[in-house]
Every structure is written in structure tokens, then in C-alpha cells.
């Protein structure tokens, strides 16, 4: 089992407070938790919010299941960066005989991962992730490149922890933008400013930060000083619980990474394109306005009501 | 890998179309699929339209990731009945060396299965699994019981196929009723004639059988004669493609299996509860349509679009 992180005592009551209130449901495992109506109201209604700002990119709409080819991850990767949060499915390929050992085991909880083999699928770690290959098979973009509104996506972080802020299954709300540097570039930069407001509108104390990716190892921290200095990720901090503000919403430049790896170019010799993503992580947002607002729903300012049309 | 089912001709030659036609979007595993646009437009249409009829049963919303506890996959027994779909999650739990050679295997598309370890979560197989021992742990219920509408969760299933009807992953749109053995009966037929009502109005031709679920092994089939014997699964079909109809609803009468293993009772000495759950399966209820009323959604018949709200 991944070493589980407590959290503080402040997160700790709040996840408390949250299951009490019925906004979140235990499930036994930490950071896997059913979600209440009244939470999963707010959730649609920020989820909405982005589609309506979004709509001005005229974004192609694309959804995915939370499953990606083991091929694809191994691809790109992410093994290389994020060994320690990637999650792979396993599954049963044995007789009756084994079958028949297998449920003995499990049904007096112990070990019956003998009989599991590793699958040709595993967990989507970020949502953007099979974006690029369904772009790159339509083959070269045209000018100005393309916009992709993969909405709110499940994906996996096995990370167990006690902050609620820190699920190992949660919906990324992801918006993919590929085409031209210069194209891409400056679509960051509209949405950064862009995503600031929009949860400032929604009464959150949001601030802008250069980040990095939590990458494993001690090459990892190589790695991560190379992700700032160029400051290829960016971050949109809340104060949820805990001694620090949480990252609601990132932004990663990826450059030539996927496109290079599929093979995304623009039409008539325009050369490589870039790519770089945008993800709202709903269930944090969700957190953030309830903690800044009240575990009361209906209680809450009726300017950020109507802002989330939950007026 | 598990064997591979071909689709038939039919099946093969739908599933090209809604991919040449974006409804369907290759990851290169059969049975994961993205979604274009319209596919997801007409998802949300029917999964909306069964949240309105649902409405009269007053239900509480509830949503769960589509991960369940390995306790509980274990608890209820489902590696009995069907070890062959399910699947579970495996993590890797080593040091940077052994990081270091599962990714130089991953790279190369080997084999890096024994660096991973199983976890304690596993895919959820049915939408309605999570809804018990959240109903369990707030204690006894009440006369009447409680209806919980689980919405569109994600379950898997791992059983790969060349019939686009047949995914690894997909959304079961789930309602389930908790109490008295009468009122959950009673629920149950109120639904089976609301259901396939349901699905005449969108233009569907669906019928009404009595069903039974893919046990495993010799053993299965015993099971599956006995659930038919004592009707305890209904389905709704519809002809998709292929040569027989497929089903895109099902009905579970589980008496007091789920309420005995989590301790759900009435009130009162009401003696234990029984639970039922009704399943549309949403892709392929959107897949039905798609067949039924071709692959433009824009021409789609008035009175389809209009009991679906896509007018």
C-alpha cells in the first residue's frame, strides 16, 4: 500500500464536517468518497460555468472513459515521471479451478493477487492524455489549430490521503488547446487570466503561482526545477484546509511532447504543433466554495449563487 | 488478455460507421471508446430524462467514483459469480531502482506486471454496489424505505468485443430501492412498465424478458436457472446490430443478499429490508437511437427530439 498521508487536524475536521453534512460519503478507503446531492450540485454548476467561458474558444467537445491503452501510458512516458501515482488494471484469465481459490481467498480477505494479470488498460492519469491521439489520427491542423473541451473527466493519483482536497480518483474539467507556438502561447496566457476571474467571481481568493509536477525520485527534483525555470506549469491556489493554499486549476505547457509522439503537425509545412492543457479540478473547487461559503448551500451569498446559476 | 469476441459483420460495420462519423472515437482497445459531440449530447438527453421520470419516486442523489473498495468486492461475494469481469487496481510501491527498470520495460512494451502491486481498490462492476453500505451506516430506515438515484456512474467490465454495444467501460444510469420486500416489489413493476414505456416514446422497440446474468463456469449455470426460475433479473432489449436484440436495461432483485452482508434493516422490528436496482445501460440506449434514427441526430423525427429535449 502507498504510504497513506495524514492529514492535519484542520483537514481532518473538515473531511468530517463533510461527511456528516452528507456532502461526501465514506467508502473505507481514504480519498475515495461518494458525493451527496447538494455537492454534486455545486460541482455541475462550476462545470457549467467553464463550458459557458469556454464557449468562445468554440471548442470541439470530446469525452473519455477513465481507462487509457497501457500502450498509450507507456508511450508517453509517464512511468518515467509518476511511477509512484500511475494505476494499472488487472484482471482474472484462469480456469474454475482457480477461480474457486481466488473467491476462497477473497472471501476471507487475503491475498488473491496471483490470479490477477496485468491488462492492455490502465487508470487515466490526466485527462488531456487521449486527446492527442484522436487529434493526431484526423492528421495536419490547420491555421490556428484546434480547441478541445474534454469536460469533466475521472482521473486516477494513487496518492491515500486524509486531506479531502487529495482524492485518488476525482474529475479533472480539461480543455486542450494544440496549433501554432505563438497559438497556444497565447491561449495560456488568455486563460490564465481567464480562469483567476472566473473563480474570484465565484468569492474564492484565488491566486496565480509558477508550479511543478510532484515527479518521482531524486531525478525528479531535476526535473521539476527545469519545469519552473521555464515555467511550463502554472497553478491556480486556493486556501481550502491546511497550512497552504491547494491547487484548484493547472496549466501545462507541453510544447512538442505529445505532438512529437503522435506526430501533430499544421497543414502545408507549417511545422510542429504545440500543445498545452488546462484542467479545473472540480471536486477542489467544490471544496473551496464550500469552505470559503459554508457547508450550507442555500446559505451561501446569493452574488455567488447566481454567478454558479444555482440561484 | 481475455479472449478477444469478434463482433459479426453488422456489428463490425456499425462500429465503423460511428467511428467515420466521430460518434465513437478508436483508442485502439476494443471496447474503450471516446465520445464525440452528438453521442454525448443524445447521452445527457436520455440520462436527463430518466433523472425527470425518476422524480416522482422523490429519490436522494448520491454519485460514486468508479472505484469500490477491494473489502467489499470481496465482502459480496463477486469473484464468484463473475471473476472473469471484473478488474482490479495494481500500483507500483518500489524504490527508484525498480522504477528505474519498470519504466526502461515500459518503454519497450514488455512486460513490467511484477512491479506492480494490487491496491486496495478495485474497478466498480455495478453502479449500485456503493449505494448499500452508504444506506447501511446511517442505521435503521424508516417505513417506506428510501429510493436512491445513483445517476450515470461508470462501471467496468472485462470482456473485450467487436460489438460497439459491448464496452469495457460505460455508464449505468442507476436507481435503487431500499425497504419492505412489498414496497420494493411494487417499485420494481411500477418501473418495468415505466421503462420500456420510456424507451417506446423515444422511438424505440424495445420489449420485456426475463433475464439472467453471465455467472462463470459449469457452476454459473446453475445460478443463471435459478435467477430465471425465481425472476429475479428482468431486462429491457432493443435490436442494435447483430443478430439478436441486445439488453439496454435491467432490472435486479436482490431480496435480502445486500441487506443481510451490510446489516440494512427497518425501523421498528420491520424485519430486514430488500433492495432492487434498475440499470439503463446509457451507451447503448444511445447507440439504440443512433441505429434506430441514423447517424444524424440533427434529422432525427420532431417527436424524438422533442421527448428527449434536443428540440
Known sequence: MAEFRHGTPDQADFLAELLAHGLLIDSGVPGVYGRGEDFERVRAAFDALVTRMAAVDEPERMAFPPLLPRHQLEQIGYLKSFPHLAGSIFAFEGDEEQAAVQEERAS????WSEFQEMTDLVLTPAACYPVYPAVAARGALRAGGITVDAGGSYVFRHEPSGDPARLQMFH??????????????AWRDAWRDRSVELLRAAGLDARFD???????????RLLARSQRAQALK????????????????????HQDHFSSTYGIAMENGGGPAHTACLGFGLERITLALLRTHGLDVQAWPHAVRERLALA
Open 108 to 111: 476471507r480477505h487475503e491475498d
Open 172 to 185: 479533472q474539467r480539461e480543455i486542450v488547446r494544440i496549433g501554432e507556438p505563438d497559438t497556444v502561447a
Open 210 to 220: 509558477v508550479a511543478s509536477d510532484p515527479f518521482f525520485g531524486r531525478s525528479g
Open 234 to 253: 502554472f497553478e491556480v491556489l486556493v486556501q481550502i484546509a491546511g497550512p497552504e493554499p491547494t491547487a484548484v486549476a493547472s496549466f501545462n505547457y
